[in-house]
Structures are given as C-alpha cells and as structure tokens.
C-alpha cells in the first residue's frame, strides 16, 4: 500500500498543505524559477501527489513510463506546474524531454482543458514540440491547446519557416542560389512563410518586409520598400558595437534607408581594435550621414553611448543596437508621437526578436516585445535626467524607468518596428530564463528602484564621470568590470550578511540595525529572495533596508560577486532551510545563522538550515541571536552556548557549532 512521504523540512511540508486558489499555485512555480530553489519542486511534487510523492519519485515515474501516476492527474495544476519548472528552469534540474512527456500525458489523457487554466504551459508544451522537431505533434497541438493568437503566429511562423535548420536542402539552396533557382516548390514555401512573417507588419499598416536569400544569414539579408521621405528636426541615432560582423553594416543600412531624412548616425567603436576597420569602412560608406566616433579602451556600450551623447546635435536622441534590423518608418513614427505630444519626455517601438534564421522562438517568451533600443528622447529629457548609467549591461531598463519616474510615461507606437537579433552567447540573452535573471541583473533592478525611489523633482541628473568615481546606487563588480576610470571594487570586508531586503530582518529592526551598520567595520549586504515564503511575484526592496545603502553606509554586492570575509551572518535564515542553486560567491572563515523569534508563528527549521548550510558552503554553522534574551533562551533550547549579536560582532572569535 503507497505510504505518504514522510516530510521533515518545515517550510516544504507548510507550503505543501497550504490552501491555494488556482493563480497562487502557479505562484509557486513562479517561485521556483524565480528562485532557483529546488526544494520548490518538492513543494510541487506533493501537492500533486496529494503526499505521496516527491520531485524525484515523480521524475523517475515520467522518465521510465512518460506518464504520471493517476493520483497526480487530480491535481493538474501543480503537475503541469512542476512540469513547466522541469521545461524552463535552471539547468541542473531542467529535463525538457520529461517536461515534455508530462506535458503531454495530461494532454492525452485529460485533454486541453487544465491547460486554460495553467500559466504558460500550453505556449511551452508546444514550443518544445518545435524544438524536438516534432513538426506533425506541434501542428496537432496548434488545433487543441488554448493557445493565443499571438503564441499561434508564432509557432505556425517556424513551422513554415523554409530557412530554419530543419527545413535542410531548402535552406541551403536558397542561400546559394537565390529563390529562383531553388528546387520545385521552394519559391512557393518561401512565399506562404514571408507572408505570414509580414502579417504583423501589415496589419499595423507597414510596409512588409522582403529577404534576400542569398545573404549568409536571412536575417542579414531584410529590407523593405522606402516610403516617402519625411522631414523635421535633427534625430541622432547611436550605435554602439564592438567587434561587429556583417550584421553592422545590415543595421546601418537599415538607418539609412528610413523614410526620416534630417537624421546623423554616430557608430561607436568600442575599441574593436585594426581587425575590424573593414567593417566600419563599409558601414561608413552607405551614406554620408554616417560617421565613427572611437573609444580609446573598451569600456561597454553605455559609456560609448554616453560620448555620443556628448557629441549629438540632435533634437532628440536615439540607439540602434549593431546587430539589429529597423524597418524605415520607425524613426518617423517615433518623432511623430514626440511631435504631436510636446510633454512626454520619450518614445519607444516594438520589435520582433529573431534568430539569425529568422526563427522566432525563444522558450516562454513570446516573439513580440517593446524594443528597449529604439527609445528616443528628446535633448531636454536628457539635460533633466542626465544620461545612461555607466556600467556594462542593463542600463537601458534603468534608463527608461528614471526618465518614467522623474517625466511621466513613455509614448509607444505599439507597433513592429525593428527586429532585434537573439544570439545564444549575447549579454542579454544569457542573463535571462523564463522568470529569472541572473543575480547580478535581480541586484541591478532592486537598487536602481530604490534609488528612484528616493528621486525628488530637484534631483541633478545623472552624470557619467561622477556615476564612474561614486555610484548613486549599487551595481555586481560584474556589470562594472574594467571600466576606465573607475575604482576597484572592495573584495575583503570583516563582515558579510546575506539577507533578503524585501522582508524585516535585523537588517531593519533596531537595535540590530545600528550593531549591523557599524562604520568601525567595513561591512556588505548580499541580498536574495526568501524561497520558503513562496510569493507570487518578485518582491520589491523595502526601502528601510536599501536607505543605508543608498546612503554608502553599508556596500550591497551580489551573490556572485567574489568576496573574502572572517565572517559571515545569514539574516534571513530560509535562505538556508530553502537554498537556490544561485550559491553566494562569498568566501567565509565562519558562518552563522541569525536565529530570530518565530515570525507570525513560524520558527526557524533548524535541521534544514543545517543542511542547507552544507549543501550551499559545504560545512556546519553556528548559531546566533538578535538580542542578549533571545540568546538565552536559545542557549537553554540547544545546550550549547549562542551568543547574541553584539556579542558575536564585538569579539567575533570563532562560535561553536551546533550539533
């Protein structure tokens, strides 16, 4: 008879028995992959198992069966929700070809149904289709899951595709003969794809898009029919770029091609070095409104932008990455909202992502997406908010939401006016799975937001220089690595807390806080997201724990930023009783977990933070507590000595672990 497993982790059996309505379930799979915490499956696994079995039980029943044990298929949700874990989440627990396989034994023994209920599952179950090569099950699915009109688009685009990898000799004929020399029925394949490839464009009243198969890749190889020419004020369009290839001189002409004639292209030279000035002279060629500004070192695109800025005349101000394609109305478009509504401080366009095969799939997202390249603004939004941020990567959300914060809403087109390239090995496109970004990008967004936060309508705009020598908020040593001018970043502190900001802490509870902000230690915060409260959606900072930092009171560095420290204090002890796989790069002498009294009832699991401790640092902790009483009756509960605090901070010493 099956036995309901016996579970001892608190957080995980608490989670598993607590009432959700249907939205909040998939909360929890937002959790997990926004965590990456793989106690979370276990969390997912016993719901749907009503108990009686956990992530791994589940896992082995789909991998030597492909079907789940029929208790689970009372539970649809969580099941389809673990499964989407499976088919997106970090690589050492993602299995797409289980994901798949549970995925598709609810389809076929449930039907469609649990799918309308399920965020995203029915656009994944399909896109893995596509990606396995599953051509005759994807166009099965296309007829039976809820899909959207747009997830449909689409997964019926690559289906038709005739240049993607799998459509094979079509392809490779195309690209070396051009279209008319293309075996039989070829022409006509290329035709049906184009013409639902344009279908957006057209429906937005644009002019559809044309490829050359003979270019090397399609993408490289679009353009579309100019249309009349249109005149006003001076636009500068930057392009930053660093080592670029073909796809440079793809994007230039696209700039000059536009309908928008008063326009200077600024490329910046990001200090490619000789190897690349071919490329350059190429793109330099295409038209006289084109020229090149070289950066003496590399110091990433945003400092390149920020030159450019200076050297503008624009009236307004705009990017193109370097390996992206514009269709020719956008830079008139974007002028005309600007024009016809002299307050809003930017515009912005759509875009289309794509692969250089001019696929459009990138798992769980959907092809369409504001284009953060194409913002424009005009030469006073930037004399108020000053300019990009100067760090590496990321600056463009940042960007837009300070001009949003201080200047009120951003204009969009809301129509398709560019497609912007996905590569596998971009800065960007690493940085980010379906729901989760990478610690340095979740550090990035929490303390730009704080310091916008704290943003008054007499606020100096930012300025590159000062933000190189003194930042106004923290960045990851990683997004600053190497720039010109900036100071090294500090890497041994004497005291290092991992916390979670977005909740109180005696980061935020006096008098902890003060004992925490001491300035006769040097000291860092490492901040992540508390995986055994399950939340929905990505918190926001609380701005009692980012003040100090803003402040330069205290450094807040990222759990990947390396850094050496005699000891280390977890604040927020269930980021051990619930470990994420983003492990802290933190090197520590001693480590000790702050042993608060129970919050709302809930105590802290000492058996699983013990373990979580050996599993994350691979050794036992030692204990502490907030204050002088706590640490007394923690003392008596565990028989060992627990110090509080104060006392741990002034004579850190090495405190006894507990066992």
């Known amino acids: 008879m099956l036995a309901r497993v016996p579970v001892v982790d608190a957080a995980v059996s608490r989670l598993a028995a607590r009432p959700l309505p249907v939205t909040e379930i998939h909360g929890l799979g937002r959790a997990a992959l926004r965590t990456g915490a793989p106690k979370l499956l276990d969390v997912l696994a016993l719901r749907a198992s009503e108990g009686y079995a956990d992530a791994a039980a589940l896992a082995t029943a789909l991998d030597t069966s492909g079907r789940w044990p029929d208790r689970c298929l009372r539970r649809p949700q969580e099941t389809l929700a673990l499964a989407t874990v499976w088919a997106v989440g970090d690589e050492r627990i993602r299995d797409q070809s289980r994901a798949r396989a549970g995925y598709a034994d609810v389809l076929d023994r449930l039907g469609p149904g649990p799918f309308s209920e399920a965020e995203s599952a029915a656009f994944l179950c399909a896109q893995l289709a596509c990606l396995a090569g599953d051509r005759s099950g994807l166009r099965r699915m296309l007829d039976v899951l809820p899909l959207t009109a747009a997830e449909k688009a689409d997964l019926q685009l690559d289906l038709a595709n005739p240049y993607a990898r799998d459509a094979g000799v079509l392809a490779a004929a195309g690209r070396a003969a051009g279209l008319g020399a293309v075996e039989e029925g070829a022409a006509d394949a290329v035709a049906r794809w184009l013409g639902l490839f344009n279908a957006r464009f057209v429906a937005a009243g644009l002019a559809p898009v044309a490829v050359d198969a003979t270019a090397v890749h399609p993408f490289d190889g679009l353009s579309a029919p100019t249309g009349p020419s249109v005149d006003g004020p001076l636009v500068t369009v930057i392009v930053p770029c660093f080592r670029p290839d073909a796809g440079l001189v793809n994007s230039v002409a696209s700039m000059v091609s536009q309908t928008y004639g008063n326009l200077e292209i600024l490329l910046v030279d990001d200090a490619s070095g000789p190897g690349y000035s071919e490329v350059f002279d190429e793109a330099v060629a295409l038209d006289p409104r084109v020229e090149v500004i070289r950066m003496p070192v590399n110091g990433g695109s945003y400092l390149g932008r920020n030159e450019a800025i200076t050297r503008a005349r624009g009236h307004f101000v705009t990017t193109q990455d370097a390996d992206d394609w514009s269709h020719p109305q956008r830079i008139a478009d974007q002028v005309t909202l600007l024009r016809d509504n002299p307050f809003a401080p930017a515009s912005r366009s759509d875009a289309i992502r794509a692969l250089d095969d001019l696929t459009v799939g990138w798992l769980g997202y959907p092809s369409r997406r504001r284009n953060a390249s194409s913002f424009m603004v005009r030469r006073s939004t930037i004399e108020t908010v000053g300019v990009f941020d100067t760090v590496r990567k990321g600056a463009d959300s940042e960007y837009h939401e300070r001009v949003e914060r201080r200047l009120g809403p951003t204009l969009d087109t809301s129509t398709p006016l560019a497609i912007t390239r996905l590569r596998g090995g971009s800065l960007s496109r690493s940085d980010f799975r379906m729901l989760w ?75 902890t806080r003060s004992l925490i902000a001491d300035p006769s230690r040097t000291s860092a915060l490492v901040f992540q997201e508390d995986p055994t409260l399950g939340r929905p959606r990505r918190p926001e900072t609380l701005a009692a724990a980012m003040g100090p930092v803003l402040a330069g009171e205290i450094d807040l560095i990222s759990v990947s930023d390396p850094a050496s420290t005699p000891l280390l204090v977890v604040l927020t002890p269930g980021l051990l009783e619930m470990p994420s796989l983003d492990v802290p790069a933190v090197r520590a002498e001693t480590i000790v977990a702050l042993l608060p009294a129970p919050r709302d009832g809930v105590a802290v699991d000492l058996l699983a933070l013990r373990e979580g401790a050996r599993a994350v640092f691979g050794r036992d902790i030692a204990y502490a507590a907030p204050t002088d009483a706590e640490a007394a009756d923690w003392s008596r509960d565990l028989g060992v000595e627990v110090p509080s605090l104060e006392a741990l901070l002034v004579a850190p010493g090495r405190p006894r672990v507990a066992t």
């Open 437 to 511: 970004m990478t610690p340095d990008r979740a550090l990035y967004r929490a303390s730009f937001r704080a310091w916008h936060g704290s943003l008054t309508p007499s606020a100096a705009p930012l300025r590159g220089p000062n933000q190189l020598r003194r930042r106004a908020f923290p960045a990851s040593w990683a997004f600053r690595r190497d720039l010109p001018g900036a100071p090294r970043p500090r890497s041994a502190y004497d005291v290092v807390y991992l916390v979670d900001l977005t909740i109180p802490s005696a980061w935020t509870d006096e008098p």
